[in-house]
């Protein structure tokens, strides 16, 4: 397969190229090239894709598959109109693509958010419909038939910058006390859907190969809270206890949920959007996602954690000494 790969250098794109290298495929990767290397046995071309003409020296070609991960509706647009020869096109969408969050189950036919009206995603405020839009201009331009849209979940595994998925073990295997105590929300019934980064990779390198079409919610196995950290504290080898807060004191103590400083990663205390993290995945395994246990997935991470140093910058969860004190204004 001749495989064009707009990105390929960041966390997700350079995870389907190299796969689809290892697979034998003839991959070229278009990128910035301010994100890092493509993969080793991948080409690459240099390109703006904010250039109307930014594509122009991979149009000409006839490529098998198109696998596409932007976020700018523009850049989706130009996409498909200077690749449109290509066999089939894939677009990573995301679940945030949906307009309601709350219900759990929710297949791809629920109600999507109205497309972003502009080219341009200023924010990340209108990630959804800036998303929308993308997957607007994929159909519009080549038609259901020749395109798959697979609208991505939670992702984590090696190399999670984010730091979502990294949290939990790193934080039960380098407790920030010396009783070993880790502050949880207490929120144990919570949906948590992650979905291992090689696992989806590897399903999207495959239904670039056999061109499948249609709709997926790319998205992991949902498991309460209680089990996913429980997971992670059997791999870390926890003996510590547990210091469950509600969702009122940690709020009251400054601690954000999901991502970001400060936070507990993972924690949603609104039920409107716990829906997010429970979506039915049954589309996308009967057409071949296979999804690792979490306890591997959360295995790797700790490793990749420690590897690149738990003291580095964190774009999710707690230092240690905003744990500590945390810790000790519960008591």
């Known amino acids: 397969?001749?495989?064009?790969?707009?990105?390929?250098?960041?966390?997700?794109?350079?995870?389907?190229?190299?796969?689809?290298?290892?697979?034998?495929?003839?991959?070229?990767?278009?990128?910035?090239?301010?994100?890092?290397?493509?993969?080793?046995?991948?080409?690459?071309?240099?390109?703006?894709?904010?250039?109307?003409?930014?594509?122009?020296?991979?149009?000409?070609v006839h490529w098998d598959a198109v696998l596409d991960v932007s976020r700018q509706p523009g850049q989706v647009k130009r996409a498909v109109r200077d690749l449109g020869s290509a066999g089939?096109?894939?677009?990573?969408?995301?679940?945030?693509?949906?307009?309601?969050?709350?219900?759990?189950?929710?297949?791809?036919?629920?109600p999507l958010l109205p497309p972003l009206e502009s080219e341009v995603m200023e924010t990340m405020e209108t990630y959804g419909e800036a998303k929308a839009a993308c997957e607007k201009a994929v159909l519009d331009g080549l038609g259901a038939g020749r395109c798959m849209i697979a609208r991505v979940g939670l992702i984590g595994g090696p190399g999670d910058i984010f730091g979502r998925t990294g949290y939990w073990p790193m934080r039960f295997a380098n407790p920030s006390i010396e009783d070993g105590t880790v502050l949880v929300p207490d929120a144990p019934s919570l949906p948590v859907q992650v979905i291992d980064v090689r696992d989806l990779a590897a399903w999207l390198v495959h239904n670039c190969d056999r061109q499948l079409g249609g709709f997926y919610n790319a998205t992991g196995e949902t498991h309460s809270f209680a089990e996913h950290i429980a997971a992670a504290r059997e791999l870390a080898g926890h003996r510590g206890q547990l210091a469950a807060a509600d969702a009122e004191w940690l709020h009251g103590h400054g601690v954000g949920e999901w991502a970001g400083p400060k936070s507990l990663p993972l924690w949603l205390s609104d039920p409107d959007w716990q829906g997010m993290n429970a979506r039915s995945n049954v589309r996308a395994k009967d057409a071949g996602l296979v999804l690792r246990p979490l306890a591997q997935t959360l295995r790797d991470t700790l490793e990749w954690e420690e590897s690149t140093g738990i003291e580095k910058p964190r774009r999710a969860g707690l230092t240690q000494d905003e744990e500590a004190e945390l810790i000790t204004e519960l008591g």
């Open 1 to 60: 397969m001749k495989l064009l790969i707009l990105g390929g250098t960041a966390w997700l794109g350079h995870e389907v190229a190299r796969q689809a290298v290892g697979r034998g495929h003839d991959v070229t990767c278009v990128t910035r090239g301010v994100s890092g290397s493509v993969p080793d046995g991948a080409s690459h071309v240099q390109s703006d894709r904010d250039d109307d003409h930014g594509l122009a020296a991979v149009a000409a």
């Open 88 to 110: 089939h096109y894939v677009f990573v969408s995301s679940a945030s693509v949906y307009a309601d969050h709350g219900p759990l189950g929710q297949d791809e036919d629920a």
